[in-house]
């Protein structure tokens, strides 16, 4: 009998105890105190992974499916950063003014999710063609799965397997808004390219990613030519401008925004038309600044 009264106090203690952990826990979280606890534990738990985030402000409540975010930060990879500090060191590679969410607690067990908010603005994103890769591949190559990768032999490739059976969730977002987002490609020259503002209401989750990509689609055609055919276009124009070293800056600004501006609009040409007229204008802008690099050779 004594044995079983020693045994019950102790449960009985462990279960208070538990008891009193996850009353602290959820008077913790309903608190607010998930936001700053991801806001400082996220970042340095992201460098031992070779990812270097920063986070200004957080705010989590799981009670009321609400998430904010704002000042996120990712930085370049730091191959790119040490080795041109001035361009990479002082833009991130993304950066996000404001990021929200505001799910509807009480549809996670219903057949359709609702989320009754979701909103970004701010967003900035850089993707730059430099020191024979990318940022965004180096930031993967520094990562420690990026580097495992490039030792294990590919595997044979496996038929995909179909979805289990059954009707997926469905998802709805009661209202969307993205503005002020833009992403810049970067070949010894930064053309930016704005991406669209966008506001939805009460539209399903397939309806939304169509409209999603038809807005970045101007991001991805960009990033496309100036990864193929237009980049070919600079390379000679920035190897002479790395020659000539601070004498470029007797050329002017104004050419090689001329040429930034002629790439922006090959990448938002909706015609062949468009495009044809596009490519025209930014070859006769490179011609000129072939010229001016040919007379600048001549007087060094």
Aim: glycine residues 8%.
């Amino acid at each position: 009998m004594k044995l079983l009264k020693g045994l019950w106090k102790f449960v009985r203690a462990v279960v208070l105890t538990v008891l009193i952990l996850l009353a602290v826990l959820l008077i913790f979280a309903a608190a607010g105190g998930l936001g700053p606890l991801v806001k400082h534990v996220a970042p340095p738990v992201a460098k031992m992974f070779g990812v270097p985030l920063s986070i200004e402000k957080c705010v989590i409540l799981p009670f009321g499916g609400y998430v904010r975010l704002e000042g996120v930060k990712v930085e370049n990879p730091t191959t790119f950063v040490n080795a041109k500090p001035d361009v990479y060191g002082k833009t991130p590679l993304v950066s996000i003014g404001m990021v929200e969410a505001d799910v509807g607690v009480r549809t996670l067990f219903s057949k359709e999710l609702v989320i009754d908010s979701l909103q970004l603005t701010g967003l900035r994103a850089l993707y730059a063609y430099d020191l024979e890769t990318t940022n965004v591949d180096a930031l993967i190559a520094q990562l420690p799965q990026g580097k495992a990768e490039t030792t294990v032999e590919p595997e044979t490739e496996l038929p995909a397997e179909e979805p289990p059976a059954g009707e997926a969730k469905q998802i709805r977002l009661a209202y969307v808004h993205f503005e002020d987002n833009s992403v810049s490609i970067r070949k010894f020259v930064t053309v930016p390219v704005p991406v669209p503002p966008l506001t939805l209401r009460d539209i399903d989750n397939h309806t939304f990613m169509e409209r999603l990509m038809a807005i970045i689609a101007p991001v991805q055609k960009s990033i496309e030519t100036l990864g193929s055919g237009a980049s070919g276009l600079l390379d000679g124009v920035g190897s002479g401008l790395g020659a000539l070293g601070e004498g470029a800056a007797s050329l002017g600004s104004n050419a090689m925004d001329s040429v930034s501006s002629g790439l922006s609009a090959l990448t938002s040409a909706e015609t062949p038309e468009e495009s044809k007229q596009a490519i025209e204008e930014t070859k006769q802008e490179l011609k000129s600044l072939g010229q001016g690099l040919k007379d600048a050779f001549k007087k060094r």
